[in-house]
């Protein structure tokens, strides 16, 4: 049980800071286009949208003629809406996010105990760490520009974060995670 809290916490502290750096960094920015006003744009979403909630541009029946009509004439947009604002970089999103991050690295470290007496030395157990996140990665991020009017861009600057993570992860279970005290 030691190591699962110490290495779990260890890697989750890791990620939190490889998150940190990444959100700081241009790189997820330089995929966010800007609209002409974000007052115009704001103001009309409050119009035009009742509630929060996620919403799909057309709306409506996909099987109907209207619908089929105006996604082919566009434009297509996924629009996730919280109508009552928030305060920027609060604390309690960092505590949500970091209480996120070690919750899913808790769910690798269970994986990679099972998995243990399969899997060969540190790199071994690194690469299984890894691809957890690569496959879970390659389902959600990419995945979503099939399903979704999400841009590859975007998909794929998500895929380098999160496989960065889980290598990072995978760094610090592989070290705690040994064959010999499975």
């Known amino acids: 049980m030691k190591r699962f809290i110490l290495g779990t916490l260890i890697a989750a502290v890791a990620g939190f800071v490889w998150g940190a750096v990444f959100w700081m960094s241009p790189l997820p920015n330089n995929t966010i286009g800007q609209a002409k006003s974000d007052t115009l744009l704001g103001a009309e979403l409050k119009l035009t949208l009742n509630e929060t909630g996620v919403y799909y541009l057309p709306s409506g029946d996909p099987g109907s003629e209207d619908f089929q009509k105006l996604h082919r004439a566009g434009p297509i947009a996924m629009i996730f809406f919280q109508r009552e604002g928030a305060e920027p970089m609060a604390g309690s999103t960092f505590a949500a996010g970091f209480v996120h991050g070690w919750a899913s690295i ?77």
């Open 106 to 182: 808790a769910l690798a470290a269970v994986l990679l105990g099972i998995a243990l007496p399969a899997l060969g030395g540190y790199a071994s157990r690194v690469g299984f760490v890894t691809l957890i996140g690569v496959t879970s990665s390659v389902f959600s991020d990419i995945g979503g520009t099939v399903w979704w009017p999400i841009p590859l861009d975007w998909a794929i600057i998500m895929s380098v974060y999160a496989v960065i993570f889980w290598l990072i992860a995978g760094l610090i279970l592989a070290a705690f995670y040994k064959p010999d005290n499975a």
